[in-house]
């Protein structure tokens, strides 16, 4: 008798509805509850699927937490050469991202809703370079600021669910980095 044929394939549109339906279900308890309550045996029963198929898929709970947030979106091939614009993007980006569901971040670990700090630092010494920071700003105070200014609290407070358009409050985090950064 010949081995069954196996086509790796075959199997991939259930394996991303599986993803979904989990990441769905986890979506719904945290609307419900913040994420330290959150648990894989609740994400699993909701989802329909075993505890450990979720192991399987995200690897821990934590990974669970972070597959829900967005990725940033990547930049572009050819990325701006000046790092206010490049800051700007950041900013803008990050409050799209944000906007589309601010109570989800709202019950994400910290983590979840905050920067790359290698990233914040790579950009503050781009800026220095430019000479783009005030008198006496250092790196560190730059790398600061742009960590404080990209959060998710700092969007959400201007933010205010819909009082301001991610339009609006990107130009206000813009204001704000001139007024501290240059």
């Keep these: 008798m010949a081995p069954r044929a196996y086509r790796l394939g075959r199997r991939q549109p259930s394996v991303e509805r599986t993803r979904a339906a989990i990441l769905a279900a986890a979506r719904d308890l945290l609307a419900a509850a913040p994420a330290a309550s959150l648990s894989v045996g609740a994400v699993a029963a909701k989802a329909g699927v075993s505890r450990l198929t979720i192991y399987h898929r995200f690897g821990s709970r934590a990974e669970l937490l972070d597959a829900l947030a967005p990725a940033p979106a990547p930049g572009s091939a050819d990325p701006p050469a000046d790092p206010t614009d490049v800051l700007h993007r950041r900013i803008s980006s990050a409050c799209s991202r944000w906007?589309?569901?601010?109570?989800?971040?709202?019950?994400?670990?910290?983590?979840?809703?905050?920067?790359?700090?290698?990233?914040d630092r790579g950009l503050a010494e781009r800026l220095a370079a430019a000479d783009r920071l005030r008198p006496g700003?250092?790196?560190?105070?730059?790398q600061?600021?742009?960590?404080?200014?990209?959060a998710f609290e700092t969007f959400d407070r201007l933010h205010q669910d819909g009082r301001r358009t991610p339009a609006v409050v990107a130009e206000v985090l813009m204001r704000l980095a001139g007024g501290i950064l240059a």
């Excluded at 700003?137 to 730059?142: F, G, N, R, V």
């Excluded at 600061?144 to 990209?150: A, E, M, R, W």
């Design 99 to 119: 906007s589309a569901d601010p109570a989800l971040y709202r019950h994400l670990p910290v983590r979840s809703r905050q920067g790359d700090p290698e990233a």
């Design 144 to 150: 600061d600021v742009i960590g404080v200014l990209t």
């Design 137 to 142: 700003c250092s790196i560190k105070e730059a």
